[in-house]
């Protein structure tokens, strides 16, 4: 549901089925809570696993349950600037086109960030007993304090989100049903990538707003690749990815101003042959001119992005004999 169109949902908690292609397979797993069965998220896993690429898009969940727009001080405007917009039908097509795994949260951010730690509370806006939470000063940090922790607090312009604070075993759910369940399944499908081809790469689609004019002398960038400064991801794949943007025309930035986050920190190791890198896509490429809807660029962008993965893809599998050599 969204936050302007509520249907039922019928969804079971945890599932794997058939896609209706003898090719691959849906697993549902983890539950929104108040989302009447929803899950948290949606892995589309070919059976093959025909290329050792995960694209995951942790941000764009539309999933609303009632309980949760009913805490939100302006449910309208909040929601759709704590997405990135619809940058899962991009992520959909370059899956489909090239066979890449694809993992897509349904749960809004609004609800729970999923590239955040689950330590980067923001615990004056959380009410009732703390016992068995993780605590770290080091973890509540930056974000957590500008209102963009795990559970974001404010925004320019709009101010405080919510209409009160979130008891401690809201909290605690969240975590539990969505955070954790998604991760699990991002690792897991990451490992038995890399067990098959002996490498596997995470692509961690995320969306920005333009970040200035598009024309003259500095026109902003319609890409920016992330890798933790070289922490996350193989140096290789970074030129890669740099290079084939660069062949294509297209303006693309190098960990400047987005270099990733907990999902990067967490998942990518690439002395274990596991590389993750963020890639971020300017909303003015594939949404309307309002940037709130699916527009004329969602296509091309994807063809573009399609094939930046197949050489991605390459690389990996052809990295990969280096790592087994130097893993023996």
Not at 137 to 151: D, K, Y
Not at 213 to 228: C, L, S, Y
Not at 261 to 283: F, K, N, T, W
């Amino acid at each position: 549901m969204t936050v302007t169109d509520f249907p039922a949902s019928n969804a079971k908690a945890m599932t794997q089925h058939d896609n209706g292609s003898p090719d691959s397979q849906l697993q549902e797993g983890g539950l929104i809570p108040g989302g009447e069965g929803q899950p948290a998220y949606v892995l589309h896993r070919p059976r093959a696993l025909a290329i050792p690429v995960l694209i995951a898009v942790p941000h764009a969940g539309r999933e609303y349950p009632l309980s949760l727009v009913n805490r939100m001080r302006h449910p309208g405007e909040a929601a759709p600037r704590l997405e990135d917009r619809y940058v899962d039908l991009v992520a959909r097509q370059v899956a489909d086109a090239t066979g890449a795994t694809l993992l897509v949260a349904n749960a809004p951010r609004a609800m729970i960030d999923l590239n955040r730690s689950p330590e980067d509370v923001d615990w004056d806006m959380i009410t009732g007993p703390r016992t068995g939470f993780v605590r770290s000063r080091l973890a509540a940090g930056r974000r957590s304090r500008s209102g963009l922790g795990l559970v974001p607090r404010r925004l320019p312009g709009l101010g405080e989100l919510w209409r009160q604070p979130l008891p401690s075993a809201d909290l605690a759910k969240r975590i539990d049903q969505v955070h954790a369940p998604y991760h699990l399944a991002l690792s897991h499908t990451l490992e038995a990538l890399r067990d098959k081809w002996g490498g596997a790469l995470l692509l961690d689609v995320h969306s920005m707003p333009p970040l200035g004019p598009k024309t003259g002398e500095g026109a902003a960038v319609d890409f920016v690749i992330g890798d933790r400064f070289g922490a996350s991801c193989e140096s290789n794949l970074v030129s890669t990815a740099l290079d084939h943007f660069d062949a294509h025309g297209v303006r693309a930035a190098h960990n400047r101003p987005y270099a990733g986050g907990y999902v990067l920190d967490r998942h990518g190791a690439p002395a274990r042959g596991i590389s993750a890198m963020q890639l971020e896509i300017c909303r003015a490429t594939y949404l309307d001119r309002h940037l709130r809807e699916p527009g004329d660029g969602v296509e091309p962008v994807g063809t573009i992005l399609a094939a930046l993965v197949r050489r991605l893809a390459e690389e990996v599998a052809k990295g990969a004999s280096g790592f087994a050599q130097a893993a023996e």
